[in-house]
């Protein structure tokens, strides 16, 4: 992970669930988990940029607080497990494009979020050799079904601008 590339993240009031479900009814099947919440920031990423940049906490920012994102739908992205929102939210458009524009002025180098809304709860982090991928992707699909049928809605309590390695590590430091 570069060490220089700053972002914004949404940080939420709610406890995620998901990542101890996942861990528990996996664990027999032997892979090794990063688990948001544990390993890092429960979170969601407005926008990165890959260019060191110094920039503002803005106080508008504190008007994003009480916020929320529905989140309807887990994926398997191949070790990865992410949350998604369908249903993206008007004024986390707004924030992004805000951000591009201010970031690119201060030499910044972004990429555009597509319109959706995501967040990664679990990285598989250590597969054995007799993993069973099988087992997993049906375990995987109840959890998947779970959410799907019973959306986690999420509140934002803090916008933060970070550098993003510091950001991510920050539970491991105890920070």
Request: aromatic fraction near 12%; include cysteine; hydrophobic fraction near 45%.
């Given at each position: 992970?570069?060490?220089?590339?700053?972002?914004?993240?949404?940080l939420f009031k709610e406890?995620?669930?998901i990542p101890t479900l996942i861990q528990y009814t996996t664990k027999n099947l032997g892979p090794q988990w990063l688990l948001?919440?544990?390993n890092f920031p429960v979170h969601t990423t407005a926008l990165e940029s890959e260019a060191p940049i110094q920039y503002h906490y803005e106080?508008?920012?504190?008007?994003?607080a009480g916020k929320t994102i529905n989140f309807d739908r887990l994926i398997l992205d191949g070790e990865n497990v992410v949350l998604l929102s369908t249903n993206f939210e008007p004024w986390l458009d707004e924030l992004r494009a805000s951000l591009e524009t201010k970031f690119k002025e201060?030499?910044?180098?972004?990429?555009?979020?597509?319109?959706?809304c995501h967040m990664t709860l679990a990285r598989m982090s250590d597969i054995p050799n007799n993993f069973?991928?099988?087992?997993?992707?049906?375990?995987?699909?109840s959890i998947c079904d779970m959410v799907t049928g019973n959306p986690v809605t999420l509140t934002?309590?803090?916008?933060r601008f970070a550098n993003t390695y510091n950001f991510l590590t920050s539970l491991t430091k105890g920070q």
């Open positions: 992970m570069p060490k220089d590339k700053v972002g914004v993240y949404l406890p995620i669930w948001a919440g544990v106080a508008k920012w504190k008007s994003l201060l030499g910044g180098q972004c990429w555009p979020f597509p319109p959706l069973d991928g099988q087992q997993y992707i049906n375990t995987m699909e934002v309590a803090e916008v």
